[in-house]
């Protein structure tokens, strides 16, 4: 066996995936596409249900090759303990539920992914539960809002479509000052990009289906944990069983018992086995991405027809001293917004593309344009998509892998006509 060293994040992300000793040396995880796994005995199952070994009982409990995944996203981003989960909404329902009761509160940066803004503010509110939303790049507003009730605190790295990037390691603090955890989706930024536990954050959650996947081949979501929050017994007495069932890991074991196995937000092994092959080649990707998506803002920049661009890689971005001091070189991730004329000439401007695609997701190798007001947005009532800064003139891009000059010329033509 060669010495253990510590590989460098780039080396990580191809040789992570280790053989179990059960799978004759593959190097990717076989997919193991079954729903339920023989046992030798009934003892061996009674064990088995009893938490005594982490042997596979039922798919929708756990699988091998989700949990291949799991242990893959905990290295990467520095955790102790992750579930993969059917969709990064499924992660983010579970996680914040396994939190709340009715009557709780918890405070979100208002930048948020539209159905993350959607269950916070609307179906939450149905059983009882308050969001406090604040401007999430200054922490007196997150401070402000935090009272007896609230359970944690909720951020984006990078918000959608805000493009705000709050930071971490100060938030964590505030959140820490009132014995509360904090609370990140990762999912624009990626590990590669940005690792919140290490910045303070207590809870990174992902949606698998952009970077980490990569390809637009799967859907998929995970939570990951870290383990030195201290879950007081004054704020969170219905934690008390999992404190003393799993210690640090008390939250993972809370989200997985009460919440993810009975709500079935299982991942499909299928879809774990493709965000693990897409894994491999995160580093390379976002590299690429990142420094395409530069190149793009600035070329936009500098076009006549374009009113303004809003990305945290711009020094003109409120941002972009958070950006440059928490992301270091490496990049400023690849999600830009920019503005036209008006909603007619944005609908022109789509209808020209003739390599970029007209599409509602983010984070694939292929560069994609979307209108937010006309799409996502379209039964937001107008207050709110102002308040979310969601404007008729706006166009949101994902830059893509291809060669940049290309995804330039194809923004040039559609700008032209
Ligand atoms: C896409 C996305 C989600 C939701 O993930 P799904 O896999 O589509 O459920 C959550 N947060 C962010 C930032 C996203 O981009």
Not at 29 to 56: C, M, V, W, Y
Not at 70 to 99: H, Q, V
Not at 258 to 271: A, K, L
């Amino acid at each position: 066996m060669a010495k253990k060293k510590n590989y460098a994040f780039d080396t990580i992300v191809v040789h992570g995936n280790k053989s179990t000793g059960h799978d004759h040396g593959a190097t990717l995880p076989p997919i193991f596409q079954n729903a339920a796994f023989t046992h030798k005995s009934a003892e061996s199952l009674s064990r088995t249900f009893s938490g005594a070994t982490d042997e596979p009982i039922y798919t929708r409990l756990g699988n091998p090759t989700n949990h291949a995944l799991e242990k893959r996203l905990t290295e990467l981003e520095g955790g102790k303990g992750a579930i993969a989960m059917a969709s990064g909404m499924a992660a983010i329902a579970n996680t914040c539920m396994a939190l709340l009761r009715t009557g709780d509160e918890f405070v979100a940066g208002r930048s948020l992914f539209m159905s993350t803004y959607v269950l916070f503010t609307s179906v939450f509110k149905k059983y009882g539960i308050t969001a406090r939303l604040a401007a999430p790049l200054d922490s007196s507003g997150i401070k402000a809002a935090i009272n007896d009730r609230t359970r944690f605190v909720y951020l984006e790295t990078i918000g959608n479509p805000a493009m705000d990037v709050p930071d971490i390691r100060h938030i964590s603090k505030t959140a820490h000052d009132y014995g509360i955890p904090l609370i990140v989706d990762n999912t624009l930024a990626t590990p590669f990009l940005c690792r919140p536990l290490e910045l303070g954050a207590d809870v990174v959650i992902h949606s698998t289906t952009k970077y980490l996947g990569g390809h637009g081949a799967s859907v998929g979501g995970a939570v990951i944990v870290g383990d030195s929050f201290e879950w007081d017994k004054k704020r969170f007495p219905d934690f008390e069983p999992f404190v003393q069932r799993k210690g640090s890991l008390a939250l993972i074991d809370k989200i997985w018992r009460e919440h993810h196995i009975n709500f079935g937000t299982t991942q499909s092994p299928m879809d774990a086995y493709l965000t693990l092959l897409g894994i491999n080649t995160l580093s390379l990707r976002m590299e690429r991405h990142f420094a395409n998506a530069i190149k793009v803002a600035n070329f936009l920049k500098g076009h006549p027809k374009v009113k303004w661009v809003n990305y945290p890689g711009l020094e003109n971005s409120p941002s972009h001293a958070t950006a440059v001091k928490q992301f270091g070189k490496k990049g400023f991730g690849a999600l830009l917004t920019f503005g036209l004329a008006d909603q007619d000439t944005c609908f022109r401007f789509i209808d020209n593309l003739k390599l970029i695609l007209n599409i509602a997701n983010l984070g694939d190798c292929r560069t994609m344009a979307i209108h937010p007001y006309s799409t996502q947005y379209v039964s937001f009532d107008e207050a709110t998509r102002r308040n979310l800064s969601i404007t008729p003139d706006m166009i949101r891009l994902s830059v893509g892998i291809e060669n940049p000059s290309d995804i330039c010329d194809d923004i040039a033509h559609a700008l032209e006509e």
